[in-house]
């Protein structure tokens, strides 16, 4: 039994040791970085109605969806927000407020001049996006990781050694976001009672900046 006891305890020893062994092997450590700018294709707007009271709220509410409607913009992508009451306001004491996603395909010119209306309180830009992001996402992770790696190759070539098999891979959190909302555009369309006239303006997507995705990936690799 004793000897049992050794030898169960010789074991284990040796197991840890190996484990130590393989913790303790030589590997250099690198960043891989990489940066992609994306396309917007879909923004969603804020808008926002008003009405002395709920009969013309209600008319308000229908000239909004038939403008809507014909800047090609489908009824599925209209969303009701909140609506309000101030009972001490001279005018407009009915608001109501929509969020409304356009693609595109909408024409975003002439849905900025038909709704440059008395009845309209508000439009602006709640959100710039790309339907596509999780794929680019992706994207920018496996390039990250492949310039870790290769980051990795031309340091230990220099050196006479080579990279061995992946140790550890670690994916750092940079900021960034499905969607962007760009200074130059949010300040064309922050006043739409204003701005909505002027032909000089470009309310197209060819007006909107890109969205900027950065992912790291630090890794390290066993050094042959």
Not at 126 to 139: L, M, N, Q
């Given at each position: 039994m004793k000897l049992r006891h050794f030898l169960l305890i010789g074991i284990f020893t040796l197991g840890s040791f190996v484990n130590a062994q393989e913790v303790k092997k030589n590997a250099i450590e690198v960043t891989g970085v990489t940066e992609l700018e994306v396309e917007p294709d879909e923004i969603i707007f804020s808008v926002g109605i008003k009405a002395d009271n709920k009969n013309d709220l209600a008319d308000n509410e229908k000239k909004l969806f038939e403008t809507l409607k014909n800047g090609g913009v489908k009824n599925e992508d209209i969303k009701f927000k909140s609506m309000y009451q101030n009972i001490y306001a001279k005018n407009g004491k009915f608001t109501k407020s929509y969020q409304f996603k356009v693609n595109t395909k909408a024409n975003i010119?002439?849905?900025?001049?038909?709704?440059?209306?008395?009845?309209?309180?508000?439009?602006?830009?709640?959100?710039?996006?790309?339907?596509?992001?999780?794929?680019?996402?992706?994207?920018?992770?496996?390039?990250?990781?492949?310039?870790?790696?290769?980051?990795?190759?031309?340091?230990?070539?220099?050196?006479?050694?080579?990279?061995?098999?992946?140790?550890?891979?670690?994916?750092?959190?940079?900021?960034?976001?499905?969607?962007?909302?760009?200074?130059?555009?949010?300040?064309?369309?922050?006043?739409?009672?204003?701005e909505a006239a002027d032909a000089t303006i470009d309310f197209s997507f060819d007006n909107i900046e890109n969205i900027k995705l950065k992912y790291s990936i630090k890794t390290r690799y066993e050094i042959l």
């Open positions: 010119s002439k849905i900025f001049e038909d709704l440059n209306q008395k009845w309209v309180s508000n439009l602006n830009v709640a959100e710039v996006k790309s339907t596509k992001i999780a794929d680019f996402r992706k994207t920018v992770k496996i390039n990250a990781l492949k310039a870790a790696k290769e980051k990795a190759d031309y340091l230990l070539e220099s050196m006479g050694k080579k990279t061995g098999a992946p140790l550890e891979i670690i994916e750092i959190e940079d900021y960034t976001s499905d969607m962007v909302l760009p200074v130059a555009y949010k300040s064309s369309v922050r006043n739409m009672q204003m």
